[in-house]
């Protein structure tokens, strides 16, 4: 499969709320770098963000563009409550080996009434 492939099966995952699932898109040695936060490393490591972040909140990701360059594919998304990010997924042999994420996380935290840390 193409990255921009791979990353359309990652987006269907991550609407299921599944770490699981989109824990197997990732290497074992990942690095997943939401740039509002510290970069995550590991399958293991990545796996547990996703788990404690589907059960904070509800996310849904509506994507509007996924473009493929080589081995990256961007997407571009929003979600229904009108939050808008970007996403750069680099791959090596099917898997995802470096994600980079930008979104708004105060917008974020503010919209599913999290506690913004001080």
Do not use: T
């Amino acid at each position: 499969m193409e990255p921009k492939q791979i990353v359309q099966k990652w987006v269907e995952a991550f609407n299921k709320g599944d770490a699981d699932e989109i824990a197997e898109f990732y290497s074992e040695d990942a690095v997943n770098h939401q740039v509002a936060n510290e970069p995550v490393v590991g399958k293991k490591a990545i796996k547990q963000m996703f788990a404690d972040e589907f059960a904070a909140a509800e996310m849904v990701c509506i994507v509007e563009n996924i473009f493929q360059d080589s081995q990256w594919a961007i997407l571009e998304w929003k979600d229904p409550i009108g939050l808008r990010g970007c996403g750069f997924f680099q791959f090596e042999n099917g898997v995802i080996v470096f994600q980079r994420g930008y979104w708004d996380k105060l917008s974020f935290l503010q919209a599913h009434n999290l506690p913004i840390p001080s």
